[in-house]
DNA sequence: TTGTTTATTGAACACCGTTCAATAACTTTG
DNA sequence: CAAAGTTATTGAACGGTGTTCAATAAACAA
């Protein structure tokens, strides 16, 4: 029977209609600042119709911050075939930041905006961690070849990770301004490459 | 005529009283979370009378964000008694992370919460700038120590400032669950005494 | 006492996320 | 085909938000 079949996907139509709104409104006002009613007028439904297939707000959020990991972790997959692990590691970071440049407002969804759902939670938690797990093994591959030995794998990962969300995060929230003179690109770019000068020398 | 020094300091008590109320109520609640009303209920006055006294809840907000800046300030500046730029630096480092620990929704206002204000603007701006400037020129008498002397000193800069607010801020978005069987402080203390050791083989 | 400035009020406006009874559209059953 | 049932959509309504503003009260000056 083909007809429950065809509901299905009416229905997963309407998912996508209302997700591709969500997420081109979301990314041009930010989270806060788009109304459940924006969306609504944006595809002409009743606000109250997004509710038959989300949740809540919170729940497209969800969705959208999925999304944004998964767009991340396909580009930093692309660097397995690198095949110096502390090369590795470095163009980790390089394409990092490179996404928050380039996708400021998925990023703000994925690492700054507050997860208004319950958090450690959810397949958001999950794919995060995927993300955190890959960096540490690139950093204990980088310590079987010499590099960093006396440190702890772990908050060494934390530090990485730290560095790097710092730069994107001032990025984000236009908290550069402090240093006139200089682009946002260059901050970031410099201010990376001066802590990959640093971890050169470990 | 005293009677309008007395006017004057009247409108200052009401000042202060709704800055004390909206300081308990915004660091309890987060900036977002709290409205209007409640700081007006809070103090007994009605909503309305709250805007004879402030523009909006922006200039609240700023007034806070000023007052983070300047609680910070005062910590840092007891390490100018430290003489070795370096071991100053890296106290920097150390009192700045302990001030997010132990004043995370300060730190929310100061770093995170969107300004609602225009930025680059008034005194929170003047205030920050004052900060870095001060960090920048420990990071310069670094150098003339013969420290770091291969890098940029502002791009420098940046990259300290943004390893110490990296992990602020994922300490303050609770961004740090997928760091299983690990506290908050270990995380934070350790991952920055792991960037410490980085800057000392530097 | 009258006029003027200053401070306070609370209703009103336009928005928000969310709920829900009503309803329309469509599918299944008798 | 008609009746019953399921599914999707609606828009009003609820309680909340930041903010404005005419009315008002209080304190002072003339």
Redesign the interface.
């Known amino acids: 029977m083909g007809i429950i079949e065809r509901k299905q996907s009416e229905r997963e139509k309407m998912h996508k209609l209302i997700l591709d709104s969500a997420r081109k409104i979301f990314l041009k006002n930010?989270y806060?600042q788009t109304s459940m009613r924006n969306i609504a007028t944006d595809i002409n439904y009743s606000p109250g119709s997004i509710y038959f297939h989300f949740k809540d707000k919170g729940e497209i959020f969800k969705e959208l911050h999925r999304e944004g990991f998964q767009l991340l972790l396909g580009k930093l997959k692309v660097l397995d075939n690198v095949a110096d692990p502390f090369e590795r590691l470095k163009a980790v970071g390089r394409v990092f930041i490179q996404f928050a440049q380039e996708n400021k407002d998925y990023y703000n969804l994925m690492?700054?905006v507050?997860?208004p759902g319950k958090?450690?939670e959810g397949a958001g938690?999950k794919i995060?961690?995927e993300a955190?797990g890959h960096l540490l093994n690139i950093v204990k591959a980088c310590q079987q070849k010499g590099r960093f030995k006396?440190?702890?794998a772990?908050?060494?990962t934390?530090?990485m990770?730290?560095?790097?969300?710092?730069?994107c995060?001032?990025f984000c929230?236009?908290?550069?301004?402090?240093?006139v003179g200089?682009t946002n690109e260059q901050?970031m770019d410099?201010?990376?490459?001066?802590?990959v000068?640093?971890?050169e020398?470990?």
């Open positions: 930010g806060e690492f700054i507050d997860d958090e450690s938690f995060a961690q955190i006396d440190m702890d772990e908050y060494f934390f530090m990770l730290s560095a790097m969300h710092g730069i995060a001032l929230k236009d908290r550069t301004a402090s240093f200089k901050l410099h201010g990376y490459e001066c802590f000068a640093l971890l020398k470990a």
